[in-house]
């Protein structure tokens, strides 16, 4: 990964500190929700201390709601316990400059508990870590890439604040799906974006127009799925910090507005070994050339898509997006090269990948690769059979089972699962089925202007 642009060895970062290009380290990792958490150090003490021992946070980040409060019912952290610290153990496979930003490096790290340091198994991070070493225990290497989209807005954050974050100006006036025109408005972010993630180890296919009034996306190139993981946290962390500095926002919400598509963040996944693609090979199977192995993948994706459907659309808003002639899909069934489904088989040969349309612009990548690989090596374990490739509008095939429709009942399936209990362990799944439950409850007792618009004079 060092030899990417901006990616640091400890040695190229301690030449950096000594001739004054780098004087801060942000040390991050990614919490419940995807976001990036953390310290800045100085570079100094990094290089002294940190880099060498870690660090200490406070393990109630693990517990905590959207506004940083901390929730009870959590068995991992709570008051009874104190709220103790765990330690974060810097992964320098990550290291690299944050170019959008003065002077500065960042590195990922791995959470450890105080008491005994063994992984903080509730970690995102850990939980993919687990799928991927399962992997790697039975030869294979798991390649993905996200293509996460956004919303841009005219309006700075502060002002979306103060405005409620309503009747905010789009960077766009008309859908700009593939329009040059249109994009060239909000080139001042994309392009700077786009230059600074290259700049900072993470390398950039394109950006393009999306079907929405300034939404747009960014692909980066594919990778393992841990580095694919962290880059793609890190790329919204540079796409809103850069915004920002620019005096626009963004937004990565699964459904900004009834009236504008979803944004959607597709994961594209293959399996390979010994640098070959594994899903390559000679068998035809409806309209694709394939191995066994790619057809008891799909089946296991297909089979666990509904169990592990809070891993790809973790919130409220999440479930607004799945609308038919929406792009995002309604039923869980696959085809080839076919964008009205749930799972789109797209390449050949050696680039032949399964492209999962499900997960929103929200999802926390580490929970939904997670998810992918352990449902797909299920697939490989228990030779699961996908049902025939689908032909034709899957939003018309009323035949086909549904994506699930709530955060409610996809939470309900996620704690009732046998197979996810057993993937995840119990530990896992109690933390996050009370994260989820707290999503829930939050939205439960809020008051929404759909209601004061609907019942305030009327009721």
């Known amino acids: ?93 990550t290291l690299r400059v944050v170019d959008w930003l003065a002077r500065t490096a960042l590195i990922v790290c791995d959470l450890r508990n105080i008491s005994d340091h063994s992984p903080v198994v509730q970690s995102p ?15 294979y290497q798991v390649k993905i890439g996200s293509e996460l989209e956004y919303y841009i807005f005219r309006d700075s954050y502060k002002k979306a604040f103060k405005k409620a974050y309503s009747r ?44 929405g009034r300034g939404q747009h996306e960014i692909n980066l190139r594919y990778g393992e799925a841990m580095d694919m993981a962290d880059r793609h946290s890190i790329y919204k962390q540079c796409m809103k910090e850069v915004a920002d500095q620019l005096g ?44 066994p192995l790619f057809r008891w993948f799909l089946g296991g994706w297909l089979a666990h898509a509904p169990e592990f459907m809070v891993f790809y659309a973790p919130t409220i808003n999440s479930y607004k ?41 929200d999802c926390n990548p580490y929970l939904a690769f997670a998810a992918a690989i352990a449902s797909g090596l299920d697939g490989l374990e228990n030779r699961i059979e996908p049902p025939a490739a689908f032909d034709g509008d ?20 996620f704690v009732k699962s046998k197979f996810v209990q057993k993937v995840l362990g119990e530990k896992v799944v109690e933390h996050y089925a009370r994260f989820f439950e707290v999503e829930q409850e939050a939205f439960d007792s809020s008051v929404t202007d759909w209601e004061r618009q609907r019942y305030f004079e009327r009721i």
């Not at 990616?7 to 976001?35: K, S």
């Not at 963004?250 to 899903?279: P, Y």
Request: aromatic share 10%.
């Open 125 to 139: 991070r850990h939980v993919l870590n687990r799928q991927i070493e399962k992997a790697g225990n039975s030869g």
């Open 1 to 93: 990964m060092a030899d990417l642009a901006g990616m640091l060895t400890p040695e190229t970062l301690a030449e950096m500190v000594t001739g004054g290009a780098i004087d801060t380290v942000q040390v991050v990792f990614p919490d419940l929700y995807g976001r990036l958490l953390g310290k800045r150090m100085d570079a100094d003490f990094f290089i002294k201390q940190v880099a060498g021992n870690g660090t200490h946070a406070c393990n109630y980040l693990l517990t905590v709601d959207m506004e940083m409060e901390p929730v009870p019912g959590y068995a991992f952290a709570n008051w009874d316990k104190g709220y103790g610290d765990f330690h974060l153990i810097p992964d320098f496979k």
């Open 248 to 291: 626009c926002s963004v937004t990565f919400m699964a459904k900004v507005a009834a009236d504008q598509a979803g944004s959607s963040s597709h994961i594209h996944l293959s399996l390979w070994a010994d640098d070959q693609n594994v899903f390559d090979g000679d068998e035809t199977f409806g309209p694709v050339q394939c191995s």
């Open 168 to 211: 905010l100006d789009p960077a766009g006036w008309y859908l700009e799906d593939y329009h040059m025109l249109q994009g060239t408005r909000e080139e001042n972010l994309n392009q700077a974006v786009r230059g600074h993630l290259k700049r900072s180890g993470i390398p950039v296919e394109c950006s393009k127009g999306e079907w």
């Open 321 to 361: 997006r799945f609308q038919s002639g929406s792009w995002a899909p309604t039923r869980i069934a696959w085809s080839y090269d076919n964008r009205t489904a749930g799972f789109r088989v797209v390449g050949s040969g050696p680039s032949l990948r399964i492209e999962c349309r499900i997960p929103g612009a």
């Open 394 to 413: 899957i939003y018309a095939a009323e035949n086909l089972p549904k994506v699930p429709s709530s955060l409610h009942a996809a939470r309900l399936t």
